[in-house]
């Protein structure tokens, strides 16, 4: 556990918060509240609107009025170009010493979630990273109300320091996490560099932690997570297979970054390090392979689309993408495991 300092009082940094947005939902009402709640003051709020239609840009201004004590500004984009450019452009916006990147239908966890992470800073701190819960709306086909059930997940690691032990124990996420700008900006993180107009977080998140050199890790959560009601529309398997295809590309983007610090620093741990990654990534991969299976069980073609893939794909990609992966290390790992079977037999039967 992270102790406080009581010599650190004065340091006050001004965090930015920044928000992509895109038709903002009912939701974003509760994201702003959550951050109008704060204890720590010394905030300000920069959302970048991915042109969304007009009458989503009258209701992001009406919910914004009502948030005056907030410092909000906000950028209407010209051209809808994806929440990678969006990212990096909040980044070059913001003026706070930290940024916190927080989706316009999450919130943060408690009022005291940006005091309690600024009390633990030190001036030199790169990142700090903290839980999250699992936030579910039982009321998410009604257009003006929203009832939540909150889950935390079992997603904490044992406490460290190090950035390359957080981010190869758990899955990780780019919001929810504080990161000093400077340490974004001097080591040139862009996370539109790859093209990727999806899963552009899984690209750079592991260029992000392995250049980290000053990190700090809590247990407590710092924002509610919101999952959305499954959808039972069928999925088009040629835009299933895109998104998977662009997931497997934001894997392989990822691992070759990750190479090349490992050898620009001539690192000497460089292959114990890449069986790591390649564990901690396969788990991370079958888990957002495993949300698919979940949200298609209760349609039957869904179903299909996503089983036929595994079959016809997962002993591929692990040997293109994760060679030095483990099977023992699933279990203790995975969050859902009704497809675990079904993987587990297309890899043996190799």
């Known amino acids: 556990m992270i102790k406080k300092d009581k010599n650190k009082a004065s340091f006050r940094p001004l965090i930015s ?11 974003f009402n509760d994201t702003l509240k959550s951050i109008n709640k704060q204890s720590y003051k010394n905030i300000e709020v ?19 009025r009502n948030y005056n004590e907030l410092n909000i500004k906000i950028y209407q984009q010209s051209e809808n170009k994806g929440v990678a450019f969006a990212r990096d452009f909040l980044v070059e916006k913001a003026n706070g010493d930290y940024v916190l990147f927080l989706d316009d239908d999450d919130r943060l966890y408690s009022k005291n979630t940006i005091l309690n992470i600024v009390e633990n800073l030190e001036e030199k701190t790169e990142i700090y990273a903290g839980n999250f819960v699992f936030s579910f709306d039982l009321q998410s086909n009604d257009p003006n109300k929203s009832y939540y059930v909150n889950y935390l997940i079992n997603n904490t690691v044992k406490n460290t320091n190090k950035a390359i032990d957080y981010y190869l124990s758990k899955i ?13 900006t001097s080591n040139n993180i862009k996370f539109g560099e790859h093209n990727l107009r999806i899963f552009e977080d899984i690209a750079s998140l592991g260029k992000i932690y392995f250049l980290c050199k000053h990190f700090k890790y809590t247990n407590k959560p ?7 009601k499954n959808s039972l529309s069928n999925l088009n398997i040629d835009k299933f297979n895109l998104k998977m295809s662009l997931l497997e590309q934001a894997y392989t983007f990822n691992r070759k970054q990750i190479i090349k610090i490992l050898d620009s620093k001539n690192q000497q741990d460089k292959d114990s390090l890449i069986k790591k990654l390649d564990d901690a990534k396969f788990v991370e991969f079958l888990n957002l392979l495993t949300q698919h299976y979940l949200k298609s069980c209760k349609n039957k073609q869904n179903k299909m689309i996503v089983e036929s893939f595994i079959k016809e794909n997962i002993l591929r990609i692990k040997n293109d993408l994760f060679e030095n992966s483990k099977l023992k290390l699933w279990t203790k790992n995975m969050y859902y495991l009704p497809i675990f079977s079904k993987i587990r037999k297309q890899l043996k039967n190799k």
Not at 17 to 27: A, E, F, M, S
Not at 173 to 184: A, M, R
Request: charged share 25%; net charge positive; glycine share 2%.
């Open 172 to 184: 990780t996420f780019i919001w929810g996490v504080l990161y000093k700008k400077s340490f974004l």
């Open 222 to 228: 710092t924002v509610r997570y919101l999952r959305r």
């Open 46 to 64: 920069i959302i970048s609107d991915d042109k969304s239609s007009d009458v989503y840009i009258n209701k992001l201004n009406d919910i914004v």
């Open 17 to 27: 918060i920044l928000i992509p947005t895109y038709n903002i939902t009912k939701y």
